[in-house]
């Protein structure tokens, strides 16, 4: 794969991901309730999903994605019913901020999982990595050494893209502390969350 190649996927990952769908209203819900940790959390969830789409696709698994559809429509309702108890939750929690919560492992495992189930059943995501991706790139030619490449080059692109989303949310977060705030922070992310599934129950 050339340089160019490389540059052309790049640009078009980029374009992709800073497109305001699931993922990133995801994140922003995450960062106004938990702060940045849990945000950066729940983008290496997606990252990860992002990057075994990218391999399935490599690996010519497309075809048996597309034979077995059912699997897909499995891992979207999956995602949209966990995005649906986190927008609950969001909604029912308390008018305190706990800064030291957001650091915890259960809090990062949960948002971790959440991110791969946003993109695993985000049809944005099935869409680019089975249509458009070939488009840029000649997956026939790609050699040993390309794709690890290549999937380094979507981490760090995808990450490059949406972690700024995480700080902007966790800033937003930070200015007003009163309860009254904390509540309509919370309940905004609760929005956010619930609009999130309902954007991805939604699509094809």
């Keep these: 794969m050339t340089l160019s190649g490389f540059a052309a996927y790049s640009g078009a990952l980029a374009i992709a991901a800073i497109i305001p769908g699931p993922q990133i209203v995801a994140i922003v819900a995450q960062a106004l309730k938990s702060g940045y940790r849990q945000a950066a ?3 290496a969830g997606m990252v990860l999903g992002d990057v075994l789409y990218l391999a399935a696709v490599l690996a010519g698994l497309a075809v048996i994605a597309e034979t077995f559809s059912f699997l897909l429509i499995a891992i979207k309702w999956a995602g949209v019913a966990y995005l649906c108890y986190l927008a609950v939750q969001f ?9 030291a919560d957001a650091g915890k492992a259960g809090g990062g495992k949960s948002a971790f999982v959440s991110g791969i ?53 966790a800033r937003t977060r930070h200015t007003l502390q009163s309860p009254r705030a904390t509540r309509l922070f919370n309940r905004g992310a609760a929005v956010c969350m619930g609009g999130a599934a309902a954007t991805i129950a939604l699509r094809n």
Excluded at 120 to 134: D, Q, T
Excluded at 143 to 163: K, R
Aim: glycine share 6%.
């Design 91 to 99: 909604w029912t929690s308390g008018e305190t901020f706990n800064v």
């Design 41 to 43: 959390w729940m983008i």
């Design 117 to 169: 189930l946003v993109t695993l059943g985000n049809p944005k995501s099935v869409l680019f990595y089975i249509a458009i991706l070939p488009t840029v790139v000649d997956i026939g030619a790609l050699s040993p050494l390309d794709v690890p490449v290549l999937l380094a080059v979507t981490a760090i692109i995808l990450t490059a893209v949406q972690f700024p989303f995480a700080i902007a949310g």
